[in-house]
């Protein structure tokens, strides 16, 4: 099974930053990454797929990239409504999450 | 718009079944993949099974498999799975999801998600 490891755990951070999210993978992937948002008492929201394809009606301040076993995600500009938990997704093997990394406000 | 409704939640106890539903509206889903995926309390999100357009190929986690069946009803554009042999690490929110029209990869749609719990 292909092992998804998220860092950091949590980040705090303060509108208007710039703000990466890392997720590595246990073996190589290629390009075969989603990312997700999700937000407490809802469903999970696509972002990224295909490591750096934003997903239907999502803001241009979210971007992904990597390809391999080491991907990143970035928010250029955090906004308030972006406060929430992020996930990772690799469907190059099975389908596995990483365990999620949780941005809050400073 | 794309619209999945999951419902069947509950409680039960251990040993026990259940049967979840995922109405889907705004597309057919005989023309996607479609995807159960987890979430206990407090934690992330687990890939549960797939079942592939022409519901010919399913899919299982390990953790699931042999106890767990996933199907679909075309007519009523609903998908299913069917929980025998619960346990108390089966407990979380059961998110059904649609996939991809030709592979299971991301999934752009989710349903709000229905509890189960298993408890004695």
């Known amino acids: 099974e292909i092992v998804m490891t998220q860092s950091p755990a949590t980040l705090s951070m303060s509108p208007g930053e710039r703000v990466t999210l890392s997720c590595r993978a246990s073996?190589?992937?290629?390009?075969?990454l989603a990312w997700y948002q999700q937000k407490p008492g809802q469903a999970p929201r696509l972002l990224i797929y295909?490591?750096?394809t934003r997903a239907t009606g999502i803001p241009p301040r979210f971007s992904g990239s990597g390809s391999g076993t080491e991907f990143t995600l970035t928010i250029s500009s955090l906004q308030s409504e972006d406060f929430a938990v992020y996930y990772c997704?690799?469907?190059?093997?099975?389908?596995?999450f990483g365990q999620g990394t949780k941005l809050e406000i400073k | 718009q794309v619209q999945l409704v999951e419902s069947g939640g509950g409680l039960v106890k251990p040993g026990g079944s259940l049967r979840l539903s995922c109405a889907a509206s705004?597309?057919?889903?005989?023309?996607?993949?479609m995807t159960w995926i987890r979430q206990a309390p407090g934690k992330g999100l687990e890939w549960i099974s797939c079942?592939?357009?022409?519901?010919?190929?399913?899919y299982y986690a390990d953790s699931v498999k042999g106890r767990f069946t996933i199907s679909r009803d075309s007519a009523k554009n609903s998908l299913y799975l069917q929980m025998n042999g619960l346990r108390v690490e089966d407990t979380a929110v059961y998110y059904c999801?649609?996939?991809?029209?030709?592979?299971?990869?991301?999934?752009?749609?989710w349903g709000q998600g229905t509890l189960v719990t298993v408890s004695s």
């Open positions: 999801a649609r996939d991809q029209e030709y592979s299971s990869t991301w999934y752009g749609s």
């Open positions: 705004g597309f057919s889903i005989s023309d996607y993949y």
């Open positions: 079942i592939s357009r022409s519901a010919t190929d399913k």
């Open positions: 073996q190589s992937i290629s390009s075969n």
């Open positions: 295909g490591a750096s």
């Open positions: 997704q690799q469907y190059n093997n099975g389908y596995t």
